[in-house]
C-alpha cells in the first residue's frame, strides 16, 4: 500500500508504476490520510509516461485493509508519521518525495514539478519492484 497525505498525486503516481511494473504478482492500493480527489495534474504526467490512473480513486486509509498488507510506503513524512500502527511482520519503508501540489508557478512550471515527482517515483518504485520479485 502507498500512502501519502491526500492520496492525489504522489501515491496515486506509485500505484500507476507498481501496477505496471508488478502487472501479475502483485496486488497494489493506495491511501490518503485525508483523502483530496486524484488530481488531473497527476493524470496527465502518467498518460505522457504510457501509462493510464484515471480510474483510481483517491480513499482513506482502511485499517482493516492496512493490517492485511506485506508492505506500506509512504511517500511523505506527514504520513510516515500518522500512519496507523500495524502488526509486526508488515515492512514499511519511506520513501519521501517532494509534493507538486503545492507548486506555484506559470502552468510549465507546475507541470515541471509534477513530470519531476514523476520520475522520482518511477525510479523508486522500479527498485522496490526489482528488489520484491
Keep these: 500500500m502507498f500512502l501519502c497525505t491526500g492520496n492525489s498525486c504522489r501515491s496515486q503516481i506509485a500505484e500507476g508504476f507498481a501496477c505496471e511494473y ?3 504478482f502483485i496486488e ?3 491511501a490518503g490520510l485525508t483523502p483530496a480527489g486524484v ?8 498518460k505522457e509516461a504510457g ?3 484515471s480510474n483510481q480513486k483517491s480513499e482513506a486509509i482502511d485499517e482493516d485493509l492496512l493490517k492485511q498488507m ?3 510506503v ?3 513524512g506527514h504520513a510516515e508519521a500518522l500512519c496507523p500502527s ?3 511482520g508488515i515492512k514499511r519503508i519511506h520513501m519521501p518525495v517532494d509534493d507538486p501540489v503545492g507548486t506555484i ?5 507546475i507541470m515541471t514539478a509534477f513530470r519531476r515527482a514523476r520520475d522520482e517515483i518511477k525510479e523508486k518504485i522500479s527498485v522496490l519492484i526489482k528488489a520484491i520479485h
Design 51 to 53: 501509462i493510464d490512473i
Design 22 to 24: 508488478g502487472k501479475g
Design 28 to 30: 497494489t492500493y493506495s
Design 70 to 72: 506485506d508492505i506500506i
Design 105 to 109: 508557478g506559470s502552468e510549465d512550471e
Design 86 to 88: 500495524t502488526p509486526p
Design 39 to 46: 488530481n488531473p495534474r497527476a493524470v496527465s504526467v502518467m
Design 74 to 76: 509512504t511517500l511523505c
